[in-house]
């Protein structure tokens, strides 16, 4: 029970790795506050489960990209749950796209969820933390991406790296207030976001071959590093990134 007695809060909550890190905060005796958008079936089902497992849940609908849903989602939770002790930043979007045509709202949408709602949601989350004057931890759900790039995802790439680059300055803005700050990068997760890529079974194969533990990864595995990183285990971890990506980044052969 790694987070008993504390508040979890995570956007992007009603699928792949939202749900997962969900899922996994309330088994670890969290009670967790979720964000979602567009997708009730999907979020009434993570809602099912955690109350399973007999934690807390609150949901509150928002589009990351509208500034005003941070303040509005940590409010309501924060009231909810009796203050926010971790907040994941988890909500994202991937559309594949060539360079060359991408279009202008294509590159605007995925530049408005992935990176201005990023830190919109972690600074009113912060400025939470702050006034409750006991510390906490912000994780942000990067990427891979933030240190490769791709072809097809030239609108994507910057937003991860974005997101880790936010955790780093955040680390050091907040560690006064006992604040930690801290990014996953996730590799190969089969999730929502790339089924459509990876329906290709020689392309699914291919990745699974560069992958030196040999399987793609589940939101589980993400979920996991979340937990630490959320946990007094890693009381002394900020600043910080953690590659969840099967061994695929240093697989240069």
């Given at each position: ?85 971790v907040f994941v930043s988890n909500a994202g979007i991937c559309p594949f796209h060539a360079f060359l045509d991408t279009p202008l709202e294509v590159f605007e949408r ?67 207030y006992g604040i930690r700050c801290n990014s996953v990068m996730p590799g190969a997760i089969a999730t929502d976001i790339n089924r459509e890529d990876l329906a290709d079974p020689a392309k699914r194969a291919y990745m699974e071959k560069r992958i030196p533990l040999g399987r793609l990864g589940e ?35």
């Amino acid at each position: 029970m790694l987070l008993e007695g504390k508040t979890v809060l995570i956007t992007g909550a009603s699928r792949g790795i939202g749900r997962a890190t969900a899922i996994e905060c309330a088994r670890q005796g969290a009670d967790v506050g979720l964000n979602w958008f567009r997708d009730r079936e999907g979020i009434d089902e993570t809602l099912a489960e955690i109350a399973r497992l007999g934690r807390r849940a609150i949901e509150v609908e928002g589009d990351v990209a509208r500034p005003e849903s941070a303040e509005r989602f940590v409010t309501a939770a924060g009231a909810a749950l009796g203050g926010v002790d971790v907040f994941v930043s988890n909500a994202g979007i991937c559309p594949f796209h060539a360079f060359l045509d991408t279009p202008l709202e294509v590159f605007e949408r995925t530049m408005a969820v992935n990176l201005h709602g990023a830190y919109h949601m972690t600074q009113a989350a912060a400025r939470r933390m702050k006034h409750q004057g006991t510390g906490g931890a912000l994780i942000a759900i990067s990427s891979i991406s933030a240190l490769v790039g791709g072809g097809m995802q030239a609108h994507y790439t910057p937003t991860k790296a974005g997101v880790h680059s936010l955790m780093q300055s955040c680390a050091i803005a907040l560690g006064p207030y006992g604040i930690r700050c801290n990014s996953v990068m996730p590799g190969a997760i089969a999730t929502d976001i790339n089924r459509e890529d990876l329906a290709d079974p020689a392309k699914r194969a291919y990745m699974e071959k560069r992958i030196p533990l040999g399987r793609l990864g589940e939101p589980e595995d993400v979920a996991g590093c979340v937990v630490f990183l959320a946990s007094d285990l890693a009381r002394y971890v900020t600043g910080a990134s953690v590659l969840v990506d099967g061994g695929l980044f240093v697989n240069l052969q």
